[in-house]
């Protein structure tokens, strides 16, 4: 019974898959992904294309966390150099302005 099953997800997925592939797998919500995958190599086709686009989700995924990482450092350099240049102009705006003021 659970055979049948996956053989007609598998003829309806491969049609729907060679139809319009990239559409198709990408409204397809991870646990549905997940389930295909979990039926192993008995889905054929339909394994392959969601193990793909699961693979293309998990590494977009990364590039965007690498992404947000790479804007949040960006930030904390310039928070530092923001200090750097503030103590900066303290260490020398301080002894100038104590040295004027006793003029």
């Known amino acids: 019974m659970a055979q ?5 997800v ?3 997925g491969s049609a729907s898959f060679a139809s319009n592939s990239a559409f198709g797998w990408e409204s397809r919500s991870s646990d549905e ?9 008995q889905g054929g086709e339909l394994f392959e294309a969601a193990r793909l686009e699961l693979d293309r989700r ?4 990364r590039r965007n966390e690498e992404a947000v990482e790479q804007v949040e450092a960006t930030h904390t350099v310039w928070r530092r150099r923001g200090v750097v240049v503030a103590i900066g102009v303290l260490v020398f705006a301080v002894p100038l302005i104590v040295l004027i003021a006793s003029f």
Not at 4 to 8: A, C
Request: net charge negative.
């Open 58 to 61: 998990a590494s977009e995924a």
């Open 33 to 41: 992904l997940k389930e295909i995958v979990g039926r192993g190599l």
């Open 10 to 12: 598998s003829a309806a």
């Open 4 to 8: 049948d099953e996956i053989t007609s």
